[in-house]
């Protein structure tokens, strides 16, 4: 999932660093509140957990490489807010001090991992948990959540590769390649966020039920 330098060319990744610049800005003007609560060792914590996660990677043909990324989980606790500055945090040690995506493709990076998988994961999360009655909802949002978000990044990943001539497959390859394995894999990711999320509601349900509020509160304005 990780683009690395080379893959990309120039106009594809100084317009995902504007995007990616542009959202979290409003991201860390929007999570202002929620950083300041007892949430930050959390964001500790599950940022030092996604990126332990994150160094697991398996090459995937006409692609780059799938992994858990957490996305979805780090926004289901923290917020989509939150989860996306954290997330950002993570990928930017991965590439400055693990090579981890290169330096020229981290706010691609941080645009499909970061952004899309938090935003995409954390709405179909909150959609079927408010919908589905009890803690059954939460479990199958959040699977569903996981699934859908680490698919969706992926697609994006494709879209940005297979519009660059600097790499060898075109979009037509690309993308069917890295959503549909990872469209595949997601179903890993969505049964741990769903155990993860199971689990807290059995020891912490008032974590997952903060991330909400503080979320909620947030979305009334800029």
């Known amino acids: ?17 504007v995007l990616s610049a542009i959202v979290l800005f409003f991201a860390l003007r ?18 030092a957990a996604i990126f332990a996660a994150q160094m697991l990677n398996w090459p995937i043909p006409g692609g780059t490489s799938a992994h858990f990324v957490g996305g979805a989980l780090a926004a289901i606790f ?19 001090l693990f090579g981890d995506g290169g330096i020229t493709a981290l706010g691609a990076n941080v645009w499909n991992m970061a952004i899309v998988d938090c935003f995409i994961g954390y ?45 060898r497959y075109g979009i037509g390859v690309t993308v069917p ?21 199971a689990y807290t509601l059995r020891v912490r349900a008032d974590l997952l039920a903060s ?3 503080l979320t909620t509160a947030t979305e009334g304005g800029v």
């Open 123 to 167: 709405y179909v999360y909150k959609s079927i948990a408010s919908r589905v009655s009890g803690d059954g909802g939460k479990i199958f949002g959040a699977f569903f959540g996981g699934w859908l978000g680490i698919t969706a990044a992926a697609a994006f990943a494709g879209i940005e590769i297979g519009i660059s001539s600097a790499f």
């Open 177 to 197: 390649v890295m959503a549909g394995w990872h469209a595949a894999l997601g179903i890993i990711e969505g049964v741990i966020t769903a155990a993860v999320v």
């Open 211 to 213: 991330a909400l509020e």
């Open 30 to 47: 929007r999570s202002k509140d929620i950083l300041q609560e007892r949430q930050v060792p959390l964001l500790g914590v599950l940022a």
């Open 78 to 96: 923290l917020g989509p807010y939150a989860g996306a500055l954290a997330m950002t945090v993570v990928l930017v040690i991965q590439c400055l």
């Open 1 to 17: 999932m990780h683009i690395p330098d080379g893959y990309l060319d120039a106009w594809v990744f100084v317009l995902f660093y």
